[in-house]
């Protein structure tokens, strides 16, 4: 029996090694020239005009609408099937998270009924301010479709394209200037690539980016062109700086830069070996009826950060959480993405959500297991993970 298949897991190879020890014994430990080469190499991969690198994807997210400038009565649109994050990134500027349902197949955000949320709210002579899209599991959104109403309600339109790092959608990067207004990508050990935690935002608006640098580091200013104080502006004092708005510590380290850098040279081989994984348990899988594939398009590449396996448990007569253990017992460690955000009791508290509210992300949730998916699970590994799926389906249905 193999041990300890999770859901996901980092790969850290000797090179990456090499380059945080080389950082460590480097005069800068953090703010040093490793975060700059980090955001260097993101902006040429992603084709994105300035890349932020930040202490972790929530942050990026606050940092997103801090610098839009959301405020309180400002209405969020986001998906139900996410992590907290994407919603509560309204929350935290006083702004309110509003949702629409995602499409059954692909648990995306579905334009149809984002476009029918936002002329109910137009007939209520409500203006929503920005939609904030998640990239499920890895496959993009319908950006085209998403830039449209984007275009049509004035909507500011940010990717949390935390599960995307080197998924393309129509041949374009996720990440490039040419999709989103802004989009967010996390580095937690699970996701595509890592700095342990870490994060950065992409965006094609040097306006938006330079306002996320400053806030990012407490709002210091320190470029004298841009001083208030005009002595100061004149012949500024070299330990001088102006904060002109409150900004936060979400900066991140050198150290964990270093390690970035090292990750995204990988991340062509990351995706080679996520895409064969995933293809191994499509092909493995297809014939057997109890098992929903995760969806994928033609004008896409997914980048697999999820394989999101459905289940129709209700169905089958075999409770997910049993299911669950029995898989634990065997070293197979799944997760569910994800509880629909609206169902948590603070959002059900504050905003009166219930059940029934976005039935289709609530049935998605109801089937869906995240199985084993990352670089160096082995074939083997595979079909481990299918006989024990399978057989365990088979002994809590009898
Ligand atoms: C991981 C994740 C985040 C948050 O990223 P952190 O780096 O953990 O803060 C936000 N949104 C989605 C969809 C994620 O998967």
């Known amino acids: 029996m193999p041990e300890n298949l999770g859901y996901?897991?980092?790969?850290?190879?000797?090179?990456?090694?090499?380059?945080?020890?080389?950082t460590l014994q480097s005069d800068w430990l953090t703010q040093g020239p490793r975060v700059r080469e980090f955001e260097e190499a993101m902006q040429a991969r992603f084709e994105a005009s300035r890349a932020l690198a930040v202490a972790n994807g929530t942050a990026g997210l606050h940092l997103v609408g801090l610098a839009f400038g959301w405020k309180a009565g400002d209405l969020i649109l986001t998906t139900p099937l996410t992590?907290?994050?994407?919603?509560?990134?309204?929350?935290?500027?006083?702004?309110?998270?509003?949702?629409?349902?995602?499409?059954?197949?692909?648990g995306l955000i579905d334009p149809n009924r984002l476009e029918e949320r936002l002329q109910q709210l137009d007939g209520e002579g409500r203006r929503p301010r920005a939609v904030v899209a998640v990239d499920y599991a890895g496959l993009p959104c319908d950006w085209q479709a998403l830039r449209e109403l984007a275009n049509r309600y004035e909507l500011e339109l940010i990717a949390d394209a935390?599960?995307?790092?080197?998924?393309?959608?129509?041949?374009?990067?996720?990440?490039s200037d040419s999709l989103a207004d802004a989009s967010v990508f996390s580095f937690h050990p699970v996701k595509n690539i890592t700095t342990a935690e870490g994060g950065a935002v992409l965006t094609g608006s040097s306006a938006l980016a330079d306002r996320i640098a400053d806030l990012r580091t407490h709002g210091m200013i320190r470029d004298p062109q841009r001083l208030e104080d005009p002595e100061q502006r004149e012949t500024p004092a070299p330990w001088y700086y102006e904060m002109q708005n409150p900004g936060f510590n979400y900066r991140i380290s050198d150290l964990q830069c270093a390690l970035g850098i090292g990750q995204l040279r990988k991340l062509d081989f990351f995706l080679e070996r996520r895409r064969a994984v995933a293809a191994q348990y499509d092909r493995l899988l297809a014939d057997d009826e109890r098992f929903r594939l995760p969806?994928?398009?033609?004008?896409?590449?997914?980048?697999?950060?999820?394989?999101?396996?459905?289940?129709?448990?209700?169905?089958?007569?075999?409770?997910?959480?049993?299911?669950?253990?029995?898989?634990?017992?065997?070293?197979?460690?799944?997760?569910?993405?994800?509880?629909p955000v609206h169902l948590q009791p603070y959002y059900r508290k504050n905003f009166g959500y219930k059940p029934g509210d976005f039935p289709v992300a609530e049935a998605f949730y109801t089937d869906e297991i995240s199985i084993p998916i990352f670089p160096s699970l082995t074939e083997e590994n595979v079909e481990y993970v299918v006989q024990t799926l399978r057989a365990e389906l088979e002994r809590l249905a009898s």
């Open 8 to 22: 996901g897991r980092q790969y850290i190879d000797d090179e990456d090694i090499r380059l945080v020890v080389e």
């Open 83 to 106: 992590f907290l994050a994407s919603a509560n990134c309204a929350l935290y500027v006083g702004a309110r998270p509003d949702f629409a349902d995602v499409d059954e197949s692909s």
């Open 295 to 339: 969806a994928s398009r033609e004008d896409c590449e997914h980048a697999y950060h999820l394989y999101a396996l459905r289940i129709p448990f209700q169905k089958l007569g075999v409770n997910k959480t049993e299911y669950f253990q029995a898989l634990r017992a065997k070293q197979i460690f799944c997760q569910v993405h994800y509880i």
């Open 162 to 175: 935390c599960h995307a790092i080197g998924a393309t959608y129509k041949e374009k990067p996720i990440g």
